[in-house]
C-alpha cells in the first residue's frame, strides 16, 4: 500500500472510510480521462453520450424530460440544457412540448442517434470490460454487490437532504 502516499493515501492510519473514498476518485478520474479520449475521436462526449443512452434507454425510449435525464446521468449532470441543444443541432434527439406541461419538453432519440449509439458501443463497451477484466470474477461480484447496496443507501440518504 506504500504505492498510494504519493497520491496522500496513507493506510496505515485506519482511516477506512478515507481510503475508499479518495481510491475511488483516482479509478474514477482515470477512466474518465481514457473515456473521454475514446470519445474525442468522434469529435464527442461522454456527458452527451450518457444523455443519449438515457434517452434512448429509460422509460422504455418513450423520451424523458430533461430534469428525468438530469437525475440519471453518470457523474454531474453539468449543463444539460445545452448538451441536448447540441445533441439536437446533430440530429441525434428530437424535442418535443410536452402536451400536458407545455413548460417541458420530452427528449427522444432519433434514428441517427440510435445508430451513432450502435456505432460507438462496441468499442466503448469493450474499454470498459478491458479495465474491469483487471479485476477477478469473484471480485467483480463482490464489489457490484457492495457499491449496489452502498449506492442504494446514499440515494435514501440524498433524498433525505
Given at each position: 500500500?506504500?504505492?498510494?502516499?504519493?497520491?496522500?493515501?496513507?493506510?496505515?492510519?485506519?482511516?477506512?472510510?478515507?481510503?475508499?473514498?479518495?481510491?475511488?476518485?483516482?479509478?474514477?478520474?482515470?477512466?474518465?480521462?481514457?473515456?473521454?479520449a475514446?470519445?474525442?475521436?468522434?469529435?464527442?462526449?461522454?456527458?452527451?453520450?450518457?444523455?443519449?443512452?438515457?434517452?434512448?434507454?429509460?422509460?422504455?425510449?418513450?423520451?424523458?424530460?430533461?430534469?428525468?435525464?438530469?437525475?440519471?446521468?453518470?457523474?454531474?449532470?453539468?449543463?444539460?440544457?445545452?448538451?441536448?441543444?447540441?445533441?439536437?443541432?446533430?440530429?441525434?434527439?428530437?424535442?418535443?412540448?410536452?402536451?400536458?406541461?407545455?413548460?417541458?419538453?420530452?427528449?427522444?432519440?432519433?434514428?441517427?442517434?440510435?445508430?451513432?449509439?450502435?456505432?460507438l458501443?462496441?468499442?466503448?463497451?469493450?474499454?470498459?470490460?478491458?479495465?474491469?477484466?483487471?479485476?477477478?470474477?469473484?471480485?467483480?461480484?463482490?464489489?457490484?454487490?457492495?457499491?449496489?447496496?452502498?449506492?442504494?443507501?446514499?440515494e435514501?440518504?440524498?433524498?433525505?437532504?
Open positions: 500500500m506504500d504505492n498510494f502516499k504519493k497520491y496522500g493515501i496513507f493506510p496505515e492510519k485506519g482511516r477506512k472510510y478515507e481510503n475508499v473514498i479518495y481510491v475511488m476518485a483516482m479509478i474514477y478520474s482515470m477512466l474518465e480521462r481514457e473515456i473521454a475514446y470519445f474525442q475521436k468522434y469529435d464527442f462526449t461522454a456527458p452527451k453520450f450518457n444523455i443519449l443512452m438515457r434517452a434512448a434507454y429509460l422509460n422504455e425510449g418513450k423520451g424523458m424530460n430533461q430534469v428525468e435525464i438530469g437525475s440519471h446521468l453518470i457523474g454531474t449532470a453539468g449543463n444539460v440544457t445545452k448538451l441536448i441543444e447540441s445533441l439536437y443541432k446533430d440530429k441525434l434527439v428530437t424535442r418535443v412540448q410536452n402536451k400536458n406541461n407545455r413548460r417541458e419538453n420530452i427528449i427522444k432519440v432519433t434514428e441517427k442517434g440510435r445508430a451513432f449509439i450502435e456505432e458501443w462496441p468499442e466503448y463497451n469493450n474499454l470498459l470490460k478491458k479495465r474491469t477484466d483487471l479485476i477477478s470474477a469473484d471480485n467483480q461480484k463482490k464489489m457490484s454487490e457492495i457499491l449496489e447496496n452502498w449506492f442504494i443507501d446514499l435514501k440518504v440524498y433524498k433525505e437532504i
